[in-house]
C-alpha cells in the first residue's frame, strides 16, 4: 500500500446543524443540544457576551490542558512555572483556532467535547517541541543495541535476537528509502517522540506516520522472507503496537 | 521466540488505519460514543479510526486525554 493510501473513514452520518452566517454568528441547527447550541450563540455573538464567552471557554480550556500535562508527567520532566507556561500557551492556541474554525463545528458531538480536542492536540505539539530544549538523543546515531530491550527479547535469546537484529538492520539499509530509514532510526532506534521529530523535520504528524507505516509493511515483509514466521495478519492488527517508541523510553 | 513476536506485533500494519489526520477529525465523536459506554459500538462504528489509534503512540495518548477531560469535566 503506497504512503497516501491510509484508508479512508467516512466521519459517519453528521449533523449538518450549524452553518456560518455572513456575520460570523453561527446558525444552530435543531439537534445541537442546548449546552453546545449556548456557546455556539455567544462565541458568535458580538460585544461583551462574546468576550465573556471567550474568557470562560478559556478558562476551561486552561483547565483541561493543566489536567492533561499532569496525566502525562512520567512522560515529560517539566514541572513548576513552565509547566504552567505551556498549559497557558495551549489554551491560548486551542482557543484561537477553536473560534477560527467555529463554523465546522457539525454538532456531532457535544460543543465542549469538540474543544478539548483542540487543546489536548495543542498539548501533545507543546510537549513534542519542549523536547527539544533538553535532548536526551542524537537523531541521527543508530542504537541498534537498544533493540532487544525494546521488544523484550531477553538474554537467554541472544543468539536468536542477534541474527534478527542483523536481518532487520541489513533490511533497514536495503529496503528502505533514505526519509524512511531515518524516521525508524530516530523512533525506534533512538527513542525521539514522533511529535518531537514531527519538529525537527518540519513535518506534521500525519506524514511521519505514514512514513513510518510503510517502513513497517516493508520491513515485516523482508524479514518473512528471511523465513521469520509472522502472526497472523488478525492477530497483529489487534494488539496494539504503539509506534512512538520514545514514549516509553 | 517472544522478542520476535513482539516485533512482529509492531512491523504489522492494519489496511484499515486511516491514519492520523482522518483520526484526529473524529476523535470527538468517537470518544463519546467510547463514553456512552457502548462497549465495541465505537471500535464496530469506526473501525479504521480503531485500528489507528492501536498503532499509534501519539494519537493513542491524544485518545485517552480527551476521554480523561470529557469524564472529568460531565
Redesign the interface.
Known amino acids: ?1 503506497p504512503p497516501d493510501d ?4 467516512s ?2 452520518p453528521v449533523n449538518d446543524g450549524t452553518h456560518s452566517k455572513a456575520d460570523g454568528a453561527v446558525d444552530v441547527g435543531p439537534s445541537v443540544d442546548a449546552e453546545s447550541a449556548e456557546w455556539l450563540r455567544t462565541l458568535g455573538d458580538t460585544g461583551l457576551g462574546r468576550e465573556k464567552a471567550l474568557a470562560q471557554l478559556h478558562e ?1 480550556l486552561l ?2 490542558a493543566r ?2 500535562l499532569r ?2 508527567s512520567g512522560q515529560h520532566p517539566i514541572t513548576g512555572p513552565e509547566l504552567d507556561d505551556i498549559a497557558h500557551q495551549a489554551a491560548g492556541d486551542a482557543l484561537l483556532a477553536i473560534t477560527a474554525k467555529l463554523d465546522r463545528f457539525r454538532g ?3 460543543f ?3 474543544a ?2 483542540f ?3 495543542e ?2 505539539a507543546k510537549l513534542g517541541r519542549h523536547f527539544w530544549q533538553r535532548p536526551t538523543v542524537a537523531l541521527e546515531a543508530e542504537d541498534w543495541d537498544r533493540l ?1 530491550d525494546r ?4 538474554p537467554a ?1 541472544q543468539t ?2 542477534h541474527d ?1 537484529v542483523t536481518c ?1 538492520r541489513r533490511a533497514v539499509d536495503e529496503e528502505l528509502t533514505e526519509r524512511q530509514r531515518r524516521v525508524f532510526v530516530a523512533i525506534v532506534l533512538n527513542g525521539v ?3 518531537a521529530l514531527v519538529v525537527q523535520l518540519g513535518s ?3 506524514a511521519i ?2 512514513t513510518m ?1 510503510d517502513a ?2 516493508k ?2 515483509a523482508a ?1 518473512a522472507a528471511k523465513g ?4 497472523s ?1 488478525d492477530v ?9 517508541a520514545g ?1 516509553r523510553s | 521466540m517472544t522478542g520476535w513476536f513482539e516485533l512482529d506485533r509492531f512491523l504489522a500494519t492494519d489496511p484499515r488505519d486511516v491514519g492520523c489526520e482522518q483520526a484526529m477529525e473524529i476523535l470527538h465523536v468517537y470518544v463519546e460514543l467510547v463514553q456512552d459506554d457502548a462497549p465495541g459500538e465505537a471500535a464496530r462504528c469506526y473501525p479504521g479510526l480503531a485500528a489507528h489509534l492501536a498503532a499509534c503512540g501519539p494519537c493513542g495518548e491524544d485518545f485517552h486525554g480527551l476521554l480523561a477531560a470529557v469524564e472529568a469535566n460531565r
Open positions: 500500500m491510509l484508508a479512508a473513514e466521519t459517519g476551561l483547565r483541561i489536567g492533561e496525566r502525562r456531532e458531538s457535544r465542549t467535547t469538540w478539548y480536542k487543546v489536548i492536540l498539548v501533545s532487544p521488544f523484550g527479547m531477553g535469546e536468536q535476537w534478527l532487520l517522540p514522533l511529535d506534521n504528524r500525519n506516520y505514514k507505516f513497517r509493511r520491513l515485516r524479514l521469520y514466521p509472522t502472526l495478519d497483529a492488527s489487534g494488539v496494539p503496537t504503539d509506534v512512538d514514549r
